[in-house]
């Protein structure tokens, strides 16, 4: 893997202003037998899976990649309306949220505005299906969801509700991501392997 741009100070100090933000969340995950704020964990696959994906991947795509979820705890998806009208609601305030958030930081450390632009477009999916990058970022942003939330998300919903989001997950991912996705496949849990099978023939 190529190395991150660590002779950038610009890159080093918006890294490090994600980073805090990301030790702030209340939530953790066990990690190597320790806990570790989930937004630490979560941002620090982000960007394994990128670069698993493209080791040469861009410096705004990186920066998306650290700062994709910022916060993203101070904005319960309880406060929003059931079902998938709600969802989306929730989804598209946050995306707006994790912008302005990204840009305020972006702007301190000294970033050009076309680079802030490229990133708030990334972290909004701006061009997705059409942009090569959105549609990298949302590949990684899928394997992060198979290897670490898809196993205790389908521990909570029926066979027909999991092969659903599989389905629509699957429709966002390119051929890289679904040979990624099919080889993480085969370490999951055999309800879990089967429900991914089903959802991809």
Not at 111 to 139: M, S
């Amino acid at each position: 893997m190529s190395e991150a741009p660590a002779s950038d100070e610009r890159f080093e100090a918006a890294s490090a202003r994600f980073e805090a933000a990301h030790r702030e969340d209340p939530r953790s995950v066990e990690v190597d037998g320790g806990h570790v704020p989930w937004s630490m964990h979560y941002h620090g696959r982000l960007l394994h899976w990128l670069l698993q994906l493209d080791e040469t991947a861009s410096v705004p795509l990186r920066l998306a990649a650290a700062c994709q979820h910022i916060r993203r705890w101070e904005v319960p998806r309880g406060h929003y309306d059931e079902g998938r009208r709600g969802y989306r609601s929730w989804r598209s305030n946050l995306a707006q949220m994790h912008a302005e958030i990204a840009r305020g930081v972006l702007e301190a450390v000294g970033y050009d505005q076309k680079t802030i632009d490229r990133v708030e477009a990334l972290l909004r999916k701006v061009g997705l299906g059409r942009d090569l990058e959105v549609q990298l970022f949302e590949d990684a942003i899928c394997m992060v969801f198979f290897e670490n939330e898809f196993v205790d998300l389908a521990s909570k919903h029926g066979d027909e509700k999991m092969v659903d989001i599989l389905r629509r997950t699957w429709a966002k991912m390119s051929p890289a991501g679904h040979e990624q996705a099919r080889a993480l496949a085969s370490e999951l849990p055999e309800r879990e392997r089967g429900l991914m099978e089903t959802a991809t023939q």
